[in-house]
């Protein structure tokens, strides 16, 4: 075959092609099919956690739609492929998006168990007396997590809730410690006298002094009691004083 007989083939076989391709099938099937899975993808709240690709997505069936009228119509080709991407997007939407709202409902549940675990130190610390409004807050916020995460698409604002819990549990506690430790250093400290327990002894061990240099206000704050700094009777009740 000469050089110049296979070039007349290969001209005539080009228009051939390019007649087939514009004439190829339209992809009604395909478009079909991006239809269903970009409405799946947001189902799976992918405005919530995809948003961007879910606003690419709808911008490309746009395409697609406006392809498919005669005074913009598209090739079939170029219009199956437009289907074939956004099927491919509204798929890794679905997945990404349940990746996410699994990572997230596990975080929900964990700050929620932490929060239920505050609450409780909250409780033996009488936080349900002594910081009411902190613990009351905490129990509310973990009922509206639990709310919350019912919904998928709230994650998010669940798993916010749920650490806002943890926080007022947390405040809760410490709140009551503080006003506890407030109350205690209030009211009068006593000792009860043990066996062998000297002034000077009782002064070194207390946490309230620490230092047996401190004796002397002890004895003077019980001179009714004690007529001998030296002796001291075991059960006496002292009253030890704050520092001057």
């Known amino acids: 075959m000469t050089i110049k007989k296979s070039r007349r083939m290969k001209s005539a076989v080009l228009p051939i092609i390019l007649v087939l391709a514009s004439c190829a099938r339209f992809p009604e099937r395909e478009i079909s099919d991006a239809r269903v899975l970009m409405e799946a993808a947001k189902n799976s709240c992918a405005r919530v956690y995809t948003p961007d690709d879910l606003e690419e ?5 746009t395409m697609i739609e406006e392809g498919t009228r005669k005074e913009t119509r598209k ?13 491919h997007q ?3 939407m679905i997945n990404q998006a349940a990746r ?3 990572d ?12 239920i675990k505050k609450i409780h130190e909250g409780e033996k610390a009488e936080a ?3 910081a009411l409004k ?13 709310e919350l995460s019912q919904d998928e698409c709230r994650y998010k604002t669940a798993l916010e809730k749920a650490t806002e819990s943890v926080r007022d549990a947390e405040q809760s506690v410490q709140k009551a410690m503080n006003f506890k430790k407030r109350l205690e250093n209030n009211l009068p400290v006593y000792h009860i006298v043990h066996p062998g327990e000297t002034l000077k002894s009782i002064a070194r061990n207390s946490p309230l002094y620490g230092d047996e240099s401190y004796w ?13 700094p030296k002796v001291l009777h075991n059960g006496q009740q002292l009253y030890l004083p704050g520092k001057k």
Do not use: C, F, M
Not at 104 to 115: E, R
Not at 216 to 228: F, P, S, V
């Open 57 to 61: 997505g709808k911008n490309k069936l």
């Open 128 to 130: 349900n007396r002594y």
């Open 90 to 92: 509204a798929k890794q």
């Open 216 to 228: 002397e206000l002890i004895y003077k704050a019980n001179r009714d009691q004690i007529a001998d």
């Open 134 to 146: 902190e613990y009351l807050t905490a129990v509310q916020s973990v009922r509206e997590a639990r």
């Open 100 to 102: 996410i709202k699994s």
């Open 104 to 115: 997230l409902y596990d975080q929900i549940q964990q700050q929620i168990v932490l929060a």
């Open 75 to 87: 090739p079939n080709r170029q219009l199956k492929d437009l289907a074939l991407d956004v099927q």
